[in-house]
């Protein structure tokens, strides 16, 4: 227990990104953010992608300070500021209204430092993860610990799904306060210990509309996402656990893609319309179409969120054949050393049918390069001192 007499407290945690397999897009309530559709999704493995924040509290703390990958930021940013209120309004209820003298107090500023460990500029920078890791290390400094989907919830809608591991339900819910919109565990990550994930990072991009506005924009005006929201949601969620519960690759794959479409079209239908795929993108989706025909079945599933990257799902037999192929479709600009990254993976040789069926003429430099990936764990407590982002100064 944090003691109050001591100057400092301090907690540092990790967080995970997390990619949609049945999208979320559009809210019903923008402040609660409450969701129109349930989604589901995969938590990826934090060795790859996770972001770690350490909160710190002190009686010596003048003002409420946060930093983002080193650089001070707006601490207060209404949604940070939603999170550390309901993270607070917990633990007073957790201590029973008492003003107990030995619990860290809740009316000291806190500092807050938080990182990822993957390029910022890459485009994978999550808020997922970001609202995730804040909760956590928030909750783990006031010893809280409640239900916390429903508080990352309020960050960002995604960031609810990055507070379990392994394949992640957010339920819609009922109420109007919100407090059934939760994010459940599906299965563990060891559920399925044959799924693999490859994160296409894209070259070049430019910034596309963000999701919270772009979403709301589809709201106001596409009839294909009340459709979705309404009739094909709720279809494709129970399949899709059901996909899952079996392993099934076949029926999970098809449908994350399906997913996707359908979640690009809602865009297309948006008035404006908002494009977040572009020629790249499609050509990954061809390809990844001929790969599969060439095949006979699913072998590969690709899914796009609303920026340029794209994420495949494939089994780990198929993973090396398959960067063989991406490697002919997009050869690396430079020398190729860092093309492939992340998990160990074997090497494939091609047989001239499989090329001759599959690769189109060849985009050199168009992806960056390849993050090799799995199904991973929620947030994790960083027991060990010397890894918090403050120093005893409480800051970076
Ligand atoms: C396309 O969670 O980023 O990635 O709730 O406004 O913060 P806000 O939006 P955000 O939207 C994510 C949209 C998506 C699909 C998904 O992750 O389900």
Same mark, same amino acid.
């Given at each position: 227990?944090?003691?109050?007499?001591?100057?400092?407290?301090?907690?540092?945690?990790?967080?995970?990104v997390?990619i949609? =397999?049945?999208?979320?897009?559009? &809210? *019903?309530?923008?402040?609660?953010?409450?969701?129109?559709?349930? #989604? @589901? !999704?995969?938590?990826l493995h934090q060795d790859q992608l996770k972001?770690?924040?350490?909160?710190?509290?002190?009686?010596?703390?003048?003002?409420?300070?946060?930093?983002?990958?080193?650089?001070?930021?707006?601490?207060?940013?209404?949604?940070?500021?939603?999170?550390?209120?309901? =993270?607070?309004?917990?633990?007073? &209820? *957790?201590?029973?209204?008492?003003?107990?003298?030995?619990?860290? #107090? @809740? !009316?000291?500023?806190?500092?807050?430092?938080?990182?990822?460990n993957f390029p910022?500029a890459a485009g994978l920078?999550?808020?997922?993860?970001?609202?995730?890791?804040?909760?956590?290390?928030?909750?783990?400094?006031?010893?809280?610990?409640?239900?916390?989907?429903?508080?990352?919830?309020?960050?960002?809608?995604?960031?609810?799904?990055?507070?379990?591991?392994?394949?992640?339900?957010?339920?819609?819910?009922?109420?109007?306060?919100?407090?059934?919109?939760?994010?459940?565990?599906?299965?563990?990550?060891?559920?399925?210990?044959e799924l693999r994930v490859l994160v296409l990072v894209v070259s070049g991009?430019?910034?596309?509309?963000?999701?919270?506005?772009?979403?709301?924009?589809?709201?106001?005006?596409?009839?294909?996402?009340?459709?979705?929201?309404?009739?094909?949601?709720?279809?494709?969620?129970?399949?899709?656990?059901?996909?899952?519960?079996?392993?099934?690759?076949?029926?999970?794959?098809?449908?994350?893609?399906?997913?996707?479409?359908?979640?690009?079209?809602?865009?297309?239908?948006?008035?404006?319309?908002?494009?977040?795929?572009?020629?790249l993108?499609?050509h990954i989706?061809?390809l990844a179409?001929?790969y599969?025909?060439?095949?006979?079945?699913?072998k590969v599933a690709y899914t796009?969120?609303?920026?340029p990257n794209a994420v495949i799902f494939a089994l780990a037999d198929t993973v090396a054949e398959f960067v063989e192929v991406l490697r002919r479709s997009f050869p690396p600009a430079t020398n190729g050393d860092q093309f492939i990254r992340g998990l160990p993976m074997g090497s494939a040789v091609l047989?001239?049918?499989l090329v001759?069926?599959v690769v189109?003429?060849p985009v050199p430099g168009a992806v960056q390069y390849i993050l090799h990936t799995k199904p991973g764990?929620?947030?994790?407590?960083?027991?060990?001192?010397?890894?918090?982002?403050?120093?005893?100064?409480?800051?970076?």
């Amino acid at each position: 227990a944090m003691a109050a007499e001591r100057s400092l407290a301090m907690a540092t945690c990790t967080a995970p990104v997390n990619i949609a =397999v049945i999208k979320y897009w559009g &809210k *019903r309530d923008t402040d609660l953010i409450l969701p129109i559709n349930s #989604s @589901l !999704s995969v938590t990826l493995h934090q060795d790859q992608l996770k972001t770690t924040t350490t909160a710190a509290a002190s009686r010596d703390f003048t003002e409420d300070r946060l930093w983002l990958n080193g650089k001070e930021a707006d601490v207060g940013h209404p949604r940070v500021q939603a999170c550390l209120r309901e =993270v607070r309004r917990l633990a007073r &209820k *957790r201590r029973g209204g008492s003003e107990d003298t030995a619990a860290l #107090s @809740l !009316s000291y500023k806190i500092h807050i430092a938080s990182e990822n460990n993957f390029p910022t500029a890459a485009g994978l920078a999550s808020s997922a993860a970001g609202y995730a890791c804040l909760v956590s290390a928030l909750a783990r400094l006031y010893g809280v610990e409640e239900e916390l989907s429903e508080v990352a919830r309020r960050g960002s809608g995604s960031a609810c799904r990055s507070m379990f591991g392994g394949f992640v339900q957010w339920q819609r819910g009922e109420r109007p306060d919100g407090t059934d919109s939760l994010a459940l565990q599906v299965a563990p990550e060891t559920h399925w210990p044959e799924l693999r994930v490859l994160v296409l990072v894209v070259s070049g991009e430019k910034k596309p509309v963000g999701s919270t506005a772009g979403m709301q924009t589809s709201v106001e005006t596409s009839p294909l996402l009340k459709h979705r929201a309404e009739v094909v949601v709720p279809e494709r969620l129970a399949q899709m656990m059901r996909h899952i519960r079996e392993r099934d690759f076949e029926g999970f794959g098809q449908l994350a893609m399906r997913d996707s479409n359908q979640f690009h079209a809602t865009c297309l239908d948006t008035f404006p319309p908002i494009f977040y795929l572009t020629d790249l993108s499609r050509h990954i989706i061809a390809l990844a179409h001929r790969y599969n025909a060439h095949h006979g079945h699913t072998k590969v599933a690709y899914t796009f969120d609303a920026g340029p990257n794209a994420v495949i799902f494939a089994l780990a037999d198929t993973v090396a054949e398959f960067v063989e192929v991406l490697r002919r479709s997009f050869p690396p600009a430079t020398n190729g050393d860092q093309f492939i990254r992340g998990l160990p993976m074997g090497s494939a040789v091609l047989s001239q049918e499989l090329v001759a069926a599959v690769v189109a003429e060849p985009v050199p430099g168009a992806v960056q390069y390849i993050l090799h990936t799995k199904p991973g764990p929620g947030p994790q407590l960083v027991d060990d001192p010397s890894q918090h982002l403050l120093g005893a100064d409480g800051l970076p």
